[in-house]
């Protein structure tokens, strides 16, 4: 692995929002878009501690501004209430991760109840719709801005217990496409990464007898850190991609190959 990260030049000043900053993976997207001068919007579910220290860090050690907002993205309310602060608070917002999800839990698909299949729907469908429609008017005006939507390798190959999560993270390849097409016009480009399996976040819902046999079964071999897949979002967030868009990035190792 390299030690010699790129550092995209536009993106210093610019303002990321951030679903999930607290995560595993939302963590290592905030650190990296820290890294090349980016201002941070920090959303957070129930991990306000965790969203203050993030903050505080990466403002001192990147001299960048953050702010952080809780949020509940499957509630729509929620969502616009979040754009209007981070407007407010920084004037604009040039990108847009909807990295945040819901985890899966491993369970045969008939016992599944309908509590469990609505909330998954709720904050892994509607909740990136919401973030969309709440920041596209302020894209829309300034006739440009970025989004990039995090799906699932499980959407794309299927894993035995997690239809529902599936079938959910399956959604944001779509709704990616969907969106680039008809937010085109507007020079608004509209991207997704599809991660494999990384070492952080959401891979804690597997054991390690599971882990073993994922890792053996990928190309290379190895899980994957949040910082490779973090300089991916990075690319896709600059004007180095400005030629790509309605587009899904597979991150994974080798794991799934199209
Ligand atoms: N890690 C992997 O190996 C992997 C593999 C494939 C796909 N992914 C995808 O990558 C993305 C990030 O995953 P991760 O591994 O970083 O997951 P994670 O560590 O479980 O983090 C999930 C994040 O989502 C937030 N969140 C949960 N429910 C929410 C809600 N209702 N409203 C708003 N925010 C909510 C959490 O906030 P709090 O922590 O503040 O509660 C947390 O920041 C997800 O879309 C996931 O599907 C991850």
Known sequence: MCNCSPVYEDLKGKTLLITGGTGGLGEAFCREFARNGANLCICYNTKRKKALELQSQLEKKHNIRAC?????QEDHKSCREVTAGALEHFGQVDCLINNAAMEPQKILFEEASLD????????????????????????????????????????????????????TKQSTTVLTRM????????????NSIIPGYFDTGMARVMNAEDLKIIKKSI????????EE??????????????????????VNGGAHML
Request: aromatic share 10%.
């Open 179 to 190: 969106l680039a097409m008809e937010y085109a016009v507007y020079r608004i480009r509209v």
């Open 219 to 226: 190309p290379l071999r190895r899980l994957g850190t949040g």
């Open 229 to 250: 897949i973090a300089r991916v979002a990075a690319f896709l967030c600059s004007d180095h991609s400005s030629y790509i868009t309605g587009q899904q990035v597979s």
């Open 116 to 167: 469990y299949i609505n909330r998954l729907i709720d904050v892994n469908i509607k909740g990136p719709i919401n973030m969309c429609q709440s920041l596209l008017p302020h894209f829309r005006k300034r006739r440009k801005g970025v989004i990039v939507n995090i799906g699932s390798i499980w959407g794309q190959t299927g894993r035995r217990g997690s239809i529902i999560y599936g079938l």
């Open 68 to 72: 952080v907002f809780q949020l509940s």
